[in-house]
């Protein structure tokens, strides 16, 4: 059965034909990056001239998906428009006293690197809901957004412009299932949507780690695979002992009513490490009034900055 590719919506908004037959998703990868070439080339078509614009009279768009841009990429390319300018000219839509940057934040922000003053730009006019879309297509096919800013930017479509996961997929020509799987990433604590962010773990150990609903457990959890450099099957199993282990607790050996009565005051001071430290922290009691304490970290990094807070306090 044939599935439009961009769908209904970006045909009519760009005027380009971009229904295609559902392929594989290595097909439709190489499909969707030429359709997005093909959308910039119809755009310069339509306007044959190019206007020249001050830079500061471009805004960028708060509400681009891609919120993360490599420095050291962006200076590579501001080098490049040094010595041979904008190629390809920026698209921009026009507002009241200003033009907002629709297509080509990389480049808007290598020129200003480059400290040109003027950049070349073709006008064209958007609805809010296709600049999203035109952000979401662009970056995604050239793989500028990570897992997070992608499940975001879809989350946006389906809450502000009453989108079901189907009109979604459509737009952006993946399936419905890779959308849900997604969005299922925003179940996350942020603090495991973070190493998601930093590359810490990939989308596939980000999705093992859901079941997991305590965000302090998942994001131990998240720290040991991170770790321990699991794969995502391992990290499937660790996690499904976890959830055993979470279901049907072991009781501590050695403990008795009285150390039972004082697990308030444990937590109190578990709870006092925790804000101190910036680290999760676990007292462990045993018989006697004996017991340990445990500081969990995830990097070389958080332990010298633990170890830090821990010398600076007064003896």
Not at 27 to 37: A, D, I, N, P, S
Not at 55 to 75: T, Y
Not at 170 to 193: C, D, F, G, M, Y
Request: net charge negative; hydrophobic share 35%.
């Amino acid at each position: 059965m044939a599935r439009k590719g961009l769908g209904n919506g970006l045909d009519t908004m760009l005027g380009v034909n971009t229904t295609k037959t559902r392929k594989t998703n290595k097909e439709e990868k190489v499909e969707t990056k030429e359709v997005v070439k093909e959308v910039i080339k119809e755009v310069v078509k339509e306007v044959p001239t190019e206007m020249t614009l001050k830079i500061k009279d471009i805004e960028i768009n708060k509400e681009q998906p891609r919120k993360l841009f490599n420095e050291d990429a962006l200076q590579e390319l501001a080098d490049s428009i040094t010595q041979h300018g904008i190629i390809e000219p920026l698209v921009v839509t026009k507002r009241d006293k200003y033009y907002l940057l629709v297509s080509g934040e990389r480049r808007w922000r290598a020129a200003m690197k480059a400290g040109l003053k003027e950049v070349p730009v073709v006008v064209k006019d958007y609805t809010d809901q296709q600049i999203l879309e035109i952000g979401i297509i662009e970056n995604i096919q050239r793989e500028d957004l990570n897992p997070i800013e992608e499940a975001q930017a879809y989350k946006k479509l389906i809450e502000e412009f009453q989108l079901k996961q189907d009109d979604v997929a459509e737009r952006v020509s993946k399936s419905r299932t890779t959308i849900t799987n997604i969005l299922r990433l925003l179940k996350l604590a942020e603090s495991v949507q973070e190493m998601v962010i930093d590359e810490k773990l990939s989308n596939g150990h980000a999705r093992a780690l859901i079941p997991i609903e305590d965000d302090e457990l998942q994001y131990e959890t998240a720290c040991k695979v991170f770790d321990e450099r699991l794969s995502v099957r391992e990290t499937e199993k660790l996690v499904k002992k976890v959830l055993q282990e979470l279901n049907n607790p072991k009781p501590e050996v050695g403990t008795d009513n009285k150390e039972e009565d004082l697990s308030f005051l444990y937590r109190e001071i578990e709870e006092n490490f925790k804000t101190k430290l910036g680290a999760k922290t676990t007292i462990k009691t045993k018989t006697n009034g004996k017991g340990k304490i445990e500081i969990q970290y995830c990097s070389k990094d958080e332990l010298e900055h633990i170890m830090e807070l821990i010398y600076s306090i007064q003896m």
